[in-house]
């Protein structure tokens, strides 16, 4: 019975997530029917003419369609308090496991501090960003087009490698094939010499032979079988083991190097496919940071989202700007900072969200516990947690214009600053639980000092 009444329960669940999807695919298919009863209404005066609408053409007529249009908005399927509430809001948070269509109940009993637009702006607004980038999308056969010749570029060098490899190792094979016929064949002929010599040294001496071809080959085997030098005249070293005792050794060099570059190898090779995943992070929706206009010091103007201006000058107080969304605990993320412009000191890192707001954004150095993990612009780095890396001239110093990149890696505890287009870099170990929202931020010293959040390059493809 009770496990009967679970599933019962999950379906109903499924349900009414599955009643929420199809609720905002509802308004979608409403608005694209009015889009195309408006444009077929649309007539020659002289003749009925079909209307190709493009993709630019249709989604502009769409943004204006949700702008004039009454919504018929479904009502939320949770119950209780909900019931006869209207799902007309949509919650955006990157970091909310509901993030969709919600009600007001909704958005003050789970949804109060998350981002949350209203679903007609929200849908104006994903339009309006669809119509921006048209154009980066009409080409889409060119872009497979171009995909299709870099996998073939790709395939062709793997290729070229792959038969210069087993060339390589042909040739190896065959010179190690040779090096072996020639130990055996002068192991061989030294066994033959030890037990041949005594007998062609006695030969000669009784004057047996009469063939002076013979007698010539003879002396011949006997003079490549000595070493001679002036210093010790004739040595003979007549020792088959040798030969196998100095193979041996070269093979076990051989055999070591062979272990070593086939390590290297496979270390390239997962470099290549680790620069494959960051090719394929890079190319997904990237996340877009802002500044919040809520959590940050009363004295810094937020402008577009991604300027800050600091007003007046602070001593430890006023000094924060926090940017949103909440960083990743999961997996690798970076963001930028430009310095627009610098007075004095600026700072760059993370913070933990909820022990700043305690601490009304002020910034308390002197000793750990903080707040914040930062790089300033005069080379100090700031711990929350590492008394000797709080307040300590450890890193680089920055100035007007400069780029500075940041990568948050909880999974390793690591937070790296790096210069942009420079070797200057810089990595604070972190120490927090990760039930603490980190969030990306700024530390702003005196008036006039502006940083600007850059989204529009290519973090991955800098080393860190």
Known sequence: MHINKQTKQENKKDTKNNKKKKG?????????????????????????????????????????????????????????LHDGEQLNFICVDPVCKDSGLICSICRIEIHQKHKVMPLKLFLCEVASKMKSRQQLNSNIDELLSQLDSLNQSILYNLKEVVESLALTIKNFETECANTIKRIREK?????????????????IVNSEYTDVEALKSECKKLVDSINYSEKKGIEIDIRPEKSIESFSITEQDIIKNIQKASKQFIESIKKLEKSFEKTISASDVSVQFQ????????????????????????????????????????????????????????????????????????????????GAYLISSNGYSWSH????????????VFSNDDIIICEFDYTKKLLTFKKQKTHNKFTLTLDFPDTEKVVPCINLCNKGEKVEIVNNIDLSSEEL
Not at 187 to 198: D, L, R, T, V, Y
């Open 24 to 80: 905002f695919q509802f308004y979608l298919l409403i608005i694209i029917r009015q889009v195309f009863r408006y444009s077929s209404s649309i007539k020659s005066n002289k003749k009925q003419v079909t209307i190709q609408i493009s993709k630019s053409y249709f989604i502009g007529l769409m943004e204006e369609i949700i702008k004039q249009s009454k919504l018929r908005y479904l009502e939320c399927p949770k119950g209780h």
């Open 187 to 203: 192991i061989i002929s030294q066994a033959f010499m030890n037990e041949h010599m005594p007998k062609v040294i006695d030969s």
């Open 291 to 370: 500044f919040s206009q809520t959590f940050k010091s009363s004295t810094i103007t937020v402008t577009d989202s991604k300027t800050a201006i600091q007003g007046s000058n602070q001593n430890y107080e006023n000094r924060f700007a926090l940017l949103e969304p909440e960083l990743s605990m999961e997996h690798p993320t970076r963001f930028a900072f430009q310095v627009k412009h610098i007075a004095n000191w600026i700072g760059f890192g993370v913070c933990l969200k909820n022990v700043l707001e305690k601490k009304a954004y002020k910034f308390e150095y002197n000793n750990i516990g903080h």
């Open 385 to 396: 947690s590492s008394k000797e890396d709080n307040m300590a001239n450890k890193s680089f």
